[in-house]
């Protein structure tokens, strides 16, 4: 699966993330700004590139904005993102 064009899902919400998908050439890169980014930061990054290889993309540039989102609402953010930027 590839992204053919720039993509967003989620709001500036507490407890939710804002997710903007960019195609690229460069693998996986992940820019994050997170309120937690000091405690989950990593672990936010890890579950997003996760669910990207879960739906095979292999080659996106990731802005996320959380607000303390959980796991299951990230992913379901990413999915979004991804099924948006098809």
């Known amino acids: 699966m590839t992204i053919n064009k720039p993509a967003k899902c989620g709001t500036l919400e507490s407890n939710d993330i804002f997710i903007m998908l960019t195609p690229s050439e460069n693998g996986i890169d992940i820019e994050l700004e997170s309120v937690v980014e000091k405690q989950f930061g990593n ?44």
């Open 43 to 86: 672990h936010i990054k890890m579950v997003i590139e996760e669910k990207l290889k879960e739906m095979g993309i292999t080659s996106i540039l990731v802005k996320a904005q959380d607000k303390g989102a959980l796991d299951y609402t990230i992913r379901a953010r990413i999915e979004g993102a991804v099924k948006r930027g098809c």
